[in-house]
C-alpha cells in the first residue's frame, strides 16, 4: 500500500478519477442485474459474520507520547463523568477552534488516505487498513480516537454492507462491490475531529 501522505490529495477530487467500467459481456456473478440487487442478494446469502482479529494495540506513555498525547479515556477505557456537562454548553474560545480545526484537518487526511483504491482493494482486509490508519495517526501525532473509548479494540470503525455503523476491523477479506464505511476521528491539542466516507470496493460503475 502507498505510504500515508500529509499532502495527500483530497478525496472528492480522487472519487473524479476513479476508472469505471461496464462489463462488456454478461456474467456468471449476476453482474447484468445490477450492483444494487447483486449486493442485495448477497447480503441475504451471505450476511456479515464476525472474523478473528488481532489483540487490541496498546499505545504506551513516552517521550514522544506524553500524558497530553492521549484522551482521558485511553488507558482504561472509562469516560470520565462530569454531571455539569450534561446540561451545560462549552463555549469554545478562538484557540480552542484553531485546535479543533487543527484536528479536523487531520483526521479528513486520514480519511483520504484509507479510502484511496490503491488501499480499498478486493482481498485486502479492514484489519490492514485499521493498522495503516494506526501508523499514519501517530505518524501525524494524533491519537486514534477510537482505540480503547469504551473498551473499543481499534483505531479505526469500519461498518462492510449491512453493518450500520462502528463495525470492528477483523479478518474479513473484502469482495467487489463491498459497500464500506470508514469512521475516522483523531485526537490532538486536546480535541478531536471526526468524519466518515463510503466507498465501494472494486471497479463497479453503477
Known amino acids: 500500500p502507498p505510504l ?3 499532502n495527500s490529495n483530497n478525496f472528492d477530487s480522487l472519487l473524479q478519477k476513479l476508472p469505471f467500467s461496464t462489463p462488456s459481456s454478461p456474467t456468471t456473478d449476476n453482474t447484468q442485474i445490477g450492483w444494487r440487487k447483486r449486493q442485495l442478494n448477497k447480503t441475504k446469502a451471505h450476511p456479515i459474520q ?3 482479529n488481532k489483540p487490541r494495540t496498546i499505545i ?3 517521550q514522544q507520547h506524553p500524558p497530553s498525547f492521549f484522551p482521558p479515556y485511553a488507558h482504561n477505557g472509562s469516560i470520565p463523568q462530569n454531571s455539569s456537562s450534561l446540561d451545560t454548553v462549552l463555549l469554545h474560545d478562538q484557540p480552542s477552534i484553531e485546535r479543533m ?4 484537518q487531520i483526521a ?3 480519511l483520504n488516505y484509507i479510502c484511496s483504491p490503491s488501499i480499498v482493494t478486493v482481498g485486502t482486509t479492514t484489519e490492514q487498513i485499521n493498522q495503516l490508519l494506526h501508523n499514519a495517526a501517530l505518524k501525524s501525532g494524533a491519537y486514534p480516537s477510537p482505540l480503547n473509548y469504551m473498551g473499543f479494540p481499534k483505531s479505526v470503525c469500519s461498518s462492510i454492507n449491512e453493518v450500520v455503523c462502528h463495525g470492528i476491523p477483523d479478518g474479513r477479506a473484502l469482495e467487489l ?3 464500506v ?3 475516522v476521528s483523531c485526537y ?3 480535541v478531536h475531529g471526526d468524519n466518515c466516507a463510503t466507498v465501494i470496493v472494486g471497479d463497479v460503475e453503477e
Open 60 to 62: 504506551r506513555p513516552s
Open 108 to 110: 479528513r487526511r486520514l
Open 4 to 6: 500515508y501522505n500529509d
Open 181 to 183: 464505511s470508514f469512521d
Open 50 to 52: 464476525p472474523h478473528p
Open 188 to 190: 490532538v491539542g486536546g
Open 101 to 104: 480545526k487543527h484536528a479536523a
Open 177 to 179: 462491490g463491498d459497500v
